[in-house]
Structures are given as structure tokens and as C-alpha cells.
């Protein structure tokens, strides 16, 4: 079955340091997503993306985050300049006519 | 407001006993809902799901769930657990079409004692 790759599996950084997460998302699918996880809580939606640009963000997405498609496969998240607070899982996802979630990346701020 | 509620915050069965998660949502469209499971650390896996047609879906590892319209409910459920079970259970509604955000509950942990 086809899946969602993300890379790294676990990151660790530097308060104030950029992040980027990175995505392969399923080939014929046209939307992407990325939700996030504070340990413990509930998973939270980010941003989606289709047709190269963003079509909804959640007010956690402020300017620290931005996201890019830079070729045919890859969906990246970027964090500029990462706080604390940050440290989360990070998925994401990507659908055509389902849903199917990436196995996450850990960020750790420290 | 869209949302989904898990009312049990933690589950705490025997193996070999019946399980029953319960989710409860509000969306103002026609809903399509899920089921995931995250054993700690882990990414989420997709249980099963529904979008239309039979309301008692089935899913992976023995698990199933039914949609019932009158009472905002998809309850999932599994009759004889397993102690690989044990994991966190996060229920999730979206939209029909796709595109939009999806919305999930604030999961339920699943004890699974031998």
C-alpha cells in the first residue's frame, strides 16, 4: 500500500535555529497537510496545500512556519526560528479520495 | 463548532474482554470519520473508516466501528482485546470532499491488563 515518508524520523535543535521536515507524500495525490502533536495532546492541523499554494492554515501556523513544495515529490515544513514550545511530533499527510498520515517526525527544541 | 469528543480519557481492560471507544462529533457537513491508533512514539495508523454505505465498517486487527447519524456517533469497537492493543485510540472527522482539515479527538489510552 502506498504510503507517506517522512524524514528525518527524530530531529533535535537548537532554540532559535531553522527547522526543515520533510515529506514525500503519495504520488497522485494532490493534497498535503501538515498536523502537529504535543506530547500528550491531541493532534492539531496546521497548514493544507494544493495546487502550490496553501488553501487553509490554523492560527498555530503564524510566520515562523512556512511551507514549500520544491519539486514533484517533496513537501517541506520550515520553522525559522524555532522556540520551545515547538517540540512536537509532526505529521503529515496527504489525500486524493482518503486520508493517509506520514509516521511523524519528533522535533526536539532545546 | 466542528469537533470530536472521546469522552474516556483511559480504558483499562482485560485481554481476552470486549472493548468499546467511544466518539461523538459535531461537523456541519456530511461527515467522513476515522479511527487511529498510536502505540507511543509512533506515527498514527489508520484502524478504518467510513464515508458512506454500510454503517458497521471493519478494519484492521479485529477492530470495527459503527456510524450511527441520529446519535453524532462512531464508536469503535473490538471483541476480544489483545495485550498489543494497548495504545492510544484518536477518532477524527473531515470533510467530504477533500482538501479540508480534519479534526480529531483528544484520544482515549487503552490499558490492556493480562
Known amino acids: 500500500e502506498p504510503e507517506v515518508t517522512q524524514t528525518p524520523s527524530h530531529q533535535v535543535t537548537q532554540m532559535g535555529q531553522e527547522v526543515i521536515l520533510r515529506c514525500v507524500p503519495i504520488s497522485n495525490h494532490l493534497y498535503f497537510y501538515w498536523y502537529r502533536q504535543i506530547l500528550g495532546q491531541k493532534v492539531e492541523f496546521l497548514v493544507s496545500f494544493y495546487n502550490n499554494e496553501i488553501s487553509e492554515k490554523s492560527e498555530i501556523f503564524d510566520d515562523q512556519f512556512s511551507v514549500e513544495r520544491p519539486d514533484g515529490s517533496n513537501f517541506t515544513l520550515k520553522i525559522r526560528s524555532t522556540k520551545l514550545e515547538d517540540s512536537a511530533m509532526y505529521f503529515c499527510?496527504?489525500?486524493?479520495?482518503?486520508?493517509?498520515f506520514g509516521s511523524g517526525t519528533r522535533l526536539t527544541v532545546v | 463548532a466542528q469537533s470530536v469528543t472521546q469522552p474516556d480519557i483511559h480504558i483499562t481492560v482485560s485481554e481476552g474482554a470486549s472493548l468499546e471507544l467511544r466518539c461523538n462529533y459535531s461537523y456541519g457537513a456530511t461527515p467522513y470519520l476515522f479511527w487511529y491508533v498510536q502505540s507511543p512514539g509512533q506515527g498514527l495508523q489508520l484502524l478504518l473508516k467510513y464515508f458512506s454505505g454500510d454503517t458497521l465498517v471493519q478494519g484492521i486487527k479485529g477492530f470495527e466501528a459503527e456510524f450511527k447519524r441520529s446519535q453524532s456517533s462512531f464508536n469503535l469497537r473490538k471483541p476480544s482485546v489483545h495485550w498489543s492493543d494497548a495504545a492510544e485510540y484518536f477518532c477524527?472527522?473531515?470533510?467530504?470532499?477533500?482538501?479540508?482539515?480534519?479534526?480529531f479527538g483528544t484520544g482515549t489510552s487503552l490499558t490492556v491488563i493480562p
Open positions: 477524527a472527522v473531515g470533510a467530504q470532499y477533500t482538501g479540508n482539515q480534519f479534526y
Open positions: 499527510a496527504s489525500s486524493d479520495n482518503g486520508y493517509t
